[in-house]
């Protein structure tokens, strides 16, 4: 199956623009690197946040933190906008705050979640998420204002962000307690990404995520034995720190154990509610195959998105003022509002 056959898109989907790279960004990682540069925390000040926090019951004591913000001029047509960042990311990841900003000049209230143990929550977290962890996703939701809520909640997931989100999708079934989702470079096959990220030409990424890990993983506030400190410290690949710290601390045989179960391509069938998922055919993280091998026709809810280029995140076309994955979520969300 060629990827021009799968990019068709039927004609009851939304109609989504074509992908367009913009210069000088070419090529799959090009595009990812644009993906990540820094985007101004200051275009936020125009929608003051509200720090909000919700205690994990599960008696660790964790607390998860998350930042709202409402539009300028409130459209009340708009859902709520829930952004879960990607690993080793935060609330303020680039791509989670050039998002936020797209959606609420739209009219949209926007939440900006921190995953358990990630930036904010750090200091108020023993544990520390990872791809399998859906259960935290239910207390995000929750931190939602009632007053907020009765246009609905939609969520917009990252690379690992968006694997958890689909999970937790396909776990909750009809019962999830959203009306929409959007995945960007979901991993579909999270064992392939890993071996991806050993190819000689991910040097660069696999660096920045390894240190970003080992750095969050060893903070004051998580609780690590001597042991399990040695193992961070002592990783080399993405592989090694899943095999020696992230498996075994939560419960799984070994790292193919965490990548097998915690994969969302296993969920997709269950997901009950209309889920557009997008991917770059130069993605130089998550392999196409996976998607390219799904029979998305087993799920009506699923729509697929695939772009001959835009890297992982990336999406970097000519409009500066919006990168393309944020202008296709925007038009899926408005046909279901």
Not at 56 to 73: C, K, Q
Not at 242 to 268: H, I, K, M, V, W
């Amino acid at each position: 199956m060629t990827l021009d056959l799968v990019t068709r898109q039927p004609s009851t989907q939304p109609d989504f623009p074509r992908f367009e790279a913009g210069a000088p960004w070419w090529g799959g990682h090009l595009q990812t690197i644009a993906g990540a540069l820094p985007a101004s925390p200051r275009d936020l000040d125009p929608y003051p946040g509200e720090r909000l926090s919700a205690l994990v019951p599960d008696g660790t004591g964790d607390r998860l933190i998350a930042t709202l913000h409402r539009p300028a001029i409130p459209d009340t047509r708009r859902c709520v906008v829930i952004l879960v960042h990607g690993v080793s990311g935060s609330e303020d990841s680039s791509y989670v705050l050039r998002s936020a900003i797209y959606f609420l000049n739209l009219g949209h209230p926007v939440l900006r979640a921190n995953l358990r143990g990630a930036g904010p929550s750090r200091p108020f977290c023993k544990l520390q998420y990872n791809a399998g962890t859906t259960d935290d996703l239910v207390h995000l939701v929750s931190m939602v204002p009632a007053d907020l809520r009765p246009n609905g909640i939609a969520a917009m997931g990252y690379s690992l962000g968006a694997n958890v989100l689909m999970k937790f999708l396909g776990e909750q079934r009809s019962s999830v307690p959203l009306k929409a989702a959007i995945a960007v470079s979901s991993p579909l096959d999270l064992a392939a990404v890993s071996r991806r990220l050993m190819r000689w030409d991910n040097t660069l990424f696999q660096y920045a995520i390894l240190s970003q890990l080992r750095t969050e993983s060893i903070k004051p506030a998580a609780e690590l034995s001597e042991q399990e400190r040695d193992a961070v410290l002592g990783t080399r690949t993405v592989w090694d720190f899943d095999q020696t710290f992230t498996a075994p601390r939560n419960g799984f045989r070994d790292a193919e154990d965490y990548y097998t179960r915690s994969s969302c391509a296993g969920f997709l069938e269950h997901i009950a509610v209309p889920t557009l998922m997008i991917h770059a055919a130069n993605d130089p993280i998550v392999p196409s195959e996976a998607y390219l091998q799904y029979r998305w026709d087993r799920n009506p809810k699923l729509v697929r998105l695939l772009a001959q280029s835009g890297g992982h995140c990336g999406f970097r076309g000519a409009d500066r003022h919006a990168h393309w994955h944020d202008v296709c979520a925007a038009r899926f969300l408005q046909t279901i509002e």
